[in-house]
């Protein structure tokens, strides 16, 4: 049940995350030209910190700070529940042979 | 003076970024600490198409691969992703842009757009890019995926 519910968040987080990107690599393509959208396209890195560099300029600010949120929730959920599906964590005690 | 290769509109990427110092600084700085998580297999960065669609976009594979070509396995590098020298070149290019002095890295500045613009050197690359993705897609997909998955 947990693990499903978990599931869910992963993917609207996804979903959201998705949708932000995709707002701020239009933004990219219209601000600066096909060549440096399609470089955003390929690194979406560059097109989260050119979002940024740009978004009081562009508007966008708010599209940002919902996605860097977004971002910090995913780090968030893969960090804990990546950690526990690790096989065999948490680590059995190891039988005692007499 | 040579008419440039590509309309006025395609602005060279690379070579303007290279002037706005700020700019460069911020992106050298999320990139290495991206590596560097990566490196130490923490969460980091991922790919947001990827994560939702489970298709790799043209990108995916870059970090991993550029960090294996620094340890100096090229063949893991290669089969991460063709194009991490490319890249890797590229962000030692903007470390070095943001560390010299100004009076040294104008005019290398001025050159390298030049270059740009009269070989469309980068259009080239992002084109080669473009298809490199598209052939693993279409005739490597499965493995291709499951390589980026881990």
Redesign the interface.
Known sequence: MAGGLIGICA?LV??G??I??IIVLIKLFQD?????G??G??????T???G??NANRLGIRNIMLIWTLL?II??VL??AF?VALIPGYPPRPSPITP | MPRAMFPQ?????ISPALRDR??TF??VG??GL?VALVSLS????????F??TGIP???CG?SRAMMLLLKGDLSGSFRFHAFAPIFLLAIITLILSVLLPKSIIQPAISRAERIERQTGL??LI?AG??FYWLARLLFLQAAFVQLIRG
């Open positions: 993917l996804g979903l995350s998705l932000c990107f600066e030209g096909a060549l440096k399609i470089l396209l390929i690194c979406g890195l560059y989260f910190v050119w940024w560099m971002l995913q780090l893969n960090f990546g | 509109h395609m602005f060279p990427p700020k700019f911020v992106l999320a990139t991206h923490l969460p980091s960065w991922e790919c947001p198409f994560r939702l976009c043209p990108g870059l980068t259009v992002l890019l473009i």
